[in-house]
C-alpha cells in the first residue's frame, strides 16, 4: 500500500514569493491533515479536512495561508507572500475512522526554506 | 494554558539498556495519548495508542503507561538498540477533538553501541 506523498521534497524561495505544497493521502482515508514542524519542536495542526471539508482551520494564518481539498482526495496548502517566519517543515497526514484507528498516517514533508 | 511537556533534553543511553521517556501535560483531559517515532528527514510513524482507561500497553520492546492522576505517560523501550535512534512525539486526543492531535516537543534518543 502506498504511502502518504508530498511533493516538492525540499523548496527554497526568496519572501515575498508564492509557494504551494501538494499532498496525496493514502487511498481511502477520509481525513486529511496539514500540520507545520519548526526546528526541534513537535507537529502543530494548520487544518483539517473530512473529505472535502475544511473541518478546523483555526490555526490556519488566513491572511497568507490557504488549501484546498477538490473532490475529498489530493489536498494544496498555499503561502502567498511567505515571510521569513514560514521556514519549516509542512507535514501532510491522513487517517481513517475504519475499525475506530486512531493512528495518523504522515508524508515525509516538504521542507521550506525563506531567505 | 494547556502544555505538553518530554524529557527537556536529548537522552543517550548504552544499547541493551531500558530507555525511559516522559511526557507531562497541564490543562487537558485526553481520551487518548499516542507515541510516534521520527527519523531525520521523516515525517513521524505511529507506534502506540493507550486509552485513559487503561493503564499499561505493551508491543514488542515497547511499553506505555498512563497516569491520569499525574497526568504523565511514560514510554519505555527495554533491551534498547542502536536503531531505536529517533525523535519520540506523544500526542493528545481529546474526546471531543474528533482525532485532532496535539504534539508534545520529543525527546530525541540515542543508544550507544
Known amino acids: 500500500e502506498?504511502?502518504?506523498?508530498?511533493?516538492?521534497?525540499?523548496?527554497?524561495?526568496?519572501?515575498?514569493?508564492?509557494?504551494?505544497?501538494?499532498?496525496?493521502?493514502?487511498?481511502?482515508?477520509n481525513t486529511l491533515y496539514w500540520y507545520r514542524q519548526n526546528l526541534g519542536q513537535g507537529p502543530e495542526l494548520l487544518i483539517r479536512y473530512e473529505n472535502e471539508e475544511a473541518v478546523d482551520d483555526s490555526q490556519l494564518p488566513k491572511d497568507r495561508f490557504s488549501a484546498e481539498r477538490l473532490k475529498g482526495v489530493d489536498s494544496t496548502l498555499k503561502i502567498q507572500p511567505a515571510e521569513l517566519g514560514d521556514s519549516a517543515v509542512y507535514l501532510c497526514a491522513s487517517s481513517t475512522l475504519a475499525g475506530g484507528s486512531h493512528e495518523q498516517f504522515f508524508g515525509p514533508g516538504t521542507r521550506l526554506t525563506v531567505l | 494554558s494547556q502544555k505538553i511537556e518530554q524529557n527537556s533534553e536529548a537522552l543517550n543511553i548504552q544499547e541493551g539498556k531500558t530507555a525511559t521517556l516522559t511526557c507531562n501535560y497541564t490543562n487537558y483531559s485526553p481520551a487518548y495519548l499516542q507515541w510516534y517515532r521520527q527519523d531525520p528527514g521523516r515525517g513521524p510513524v505511529f507506534l502506540l495508542l493507550i486509552r485513559e482507561n487503561e493503564k499499561e500497553k505493551r508491543k514488542e520492546r515497547l511499553k506505555v503507561t498512563f497516569d491520569t492522576t499525574l497526568k504523565q505517560s511514560l514510554f519505555h523501550i527495554t533491551a534498547s538498540q542502536p536503531a531505536d535512534s529517533a525523535t519520540y512525539l506523544c500526542a493528545l486526543e481529546t474526546s471531543g477533538s474528533a482525532r485532532q492531535l496535539t504534539f508534545g516537543s520529543g525527546t530525541q534518543l540515542t543508544v550507544l553501541p
Not at chain 1, 524561495?13 to 509557494?19: D, L, N
Open chain 1, 2 to 29: 502506498a504511502g502518504v506523498v508530498q511533493s516538492p521534497r525540499y523548496k527554497i524561495i526568496e519572501k515575498k514569493q508564492p509557494v504551494a505544497f501538494w499532498c496525496n493521502p493514502i487511498s481511502g482515508h
